[in-house]
Every structure is written in C-alpha cells, then in structure tokens.
C-alpha cells in the first residue's frame, strides 16, 4: 500500500515538473519575439476596444520593419564594398530611424506597445545576410530591399484607407511617398547588382 502511494506521489510529481516545464517553454518562445510580445501587451491593452487592437498592429509592424531597415543599413556599410549599396544602406538608415521616431511619437501617444528590438524574422535575415560573401551580399540585399519595402508598401496602404483612428490612416498616408521611393530605388540598385555578374 505504502509503495503504490509513494510510486503514485512520484509520478504525480513528475507528472508536475514535466508539465511546468512545457509551460515555461511555451511562454518563453512568445517572448522571444519582441514583435509577438507588444502585440500580446496591446491584446491586453486594448481588450475591450477591437478597433484600436487592430489599428496598434499597423503600428507595430511599423516599427519592426524600421528596425529591421535601420540593422541591415548598418550591416550594408559593413559589409559591403560597393558604393551603391553601402549608400543605399546609409540612406535607410536616415531614412527610418526617423520614421521610427513619428511612429514612436504616435504610439505613445495611443498608448500603444511597440517592439523593443528585433523581431526574429528580421534577426533571421540579419543572421543570413551576414554570412553571405561580398558579392553575394550585395545582391541579397537588393533582393530583399525590394521584398521588404512591397510589403511595407502594402501594410502602409491598408493602413492609410482602413485604420479605424484618423491620425494613425493619416501617418500611414504620410509614409506613403518615402517608402515607394526606397522600393523604385531598391529596384534600381538590383538592376545594378544583376548585372554585376
């Protein structure tokens, strides 16, 4: 009797461990991305307003896209050799650093969340450009200047027509014209960069 009641509390307890164990892992990869956190920090914020939960996502994505911009500028000077492309890079850098700061300014103002570094797609990128050649560098990032800047294009438009608040359609409208500039300029540096070859 003894023995089946000591192997029972043993493997309750086991049962316990194992089971806080996956929980704590579980939570510990949404933390791992800042992005999902501020949006889990806005869920909570915005819990009983559905409208202003949904205009914090253009916010949010935002800013992970200014901080995946303004590291890979940073990494183009770096890494790269060719002028173009570190100028291109330099050029993002200004360029969202202070877009970064309008959207700061707003969500602060809408107490909305933002990401406090970068999302793990971005560190990803970071991370995979990083390890490429020079050569090969300079057309990965063209490559992905272009990708990044038609989605941002995308995410800014529905912004600016479906945003619930006024002034967060306004900002996205404002943001418009700077990023289809980046995307014809990025276009042009990977002409350049394919035809390296």
Not at 18 to 27: D, P, V
Not at 39 to 46: G, I, L, P, V, Y
Not at 84 to 92: E, L, P, R, S, T
Not at 104 to 124: F, G, I, M, W
Request: charged share 35%.
């Amino acid at each position: 009797m003894r023995k089946t009641s000591l192997f029972s509390k043993m493997l309750l307890g086991a049962a316990v461990v194992t089971m806080s164990f996956g929980m704590t892992s579980c939570k510990e990869n949404k933390e791992d991305d800042p992005k999902e956190v501020a949006e889990e920090q806005n869920e909570e914020t915005f819990d009983n307003n559905d409208e202003m939960e949904d205009d914090s996502e253009y916010l949010v994505t935002a800013s992970a896209i200014d901080m995946k911009e303004i590291e890979l500028g940073k990494l183009a000077q770096q890494k790269s050799t060719n002028a173009d492309v570190k100028a291109y890079g330099q050029m993002m850098v200004d360029a969202h650093t202070k877009a970064s700061e309008t959207t700061k300014s707003l969500a602060q103002k809408k107490n909305v969340s933002l990401p406090s570094s970068l999302s793990e797609d971005a560190q990803e990128a970071y991370n995979d450009l990083n390890d490429e050649s020079a050569m090969d560098f300079n057309k990965k990032y063209a490559d992905m200047m272009v990708d990044v800047h038609e989605k941002a294009i995308d995410k800014m438009e529905k912004a600016s027509e479906k945003a619930n608040d006024e002034e967060i359609r306004m900002w996205a409208a404002n943001m418009l014209p700077d990023l289809r500039k980046h995307l014809e300029e990025a276009k042009s540096l990977k002409e350049k960069m394919d035809n390296m070859e």
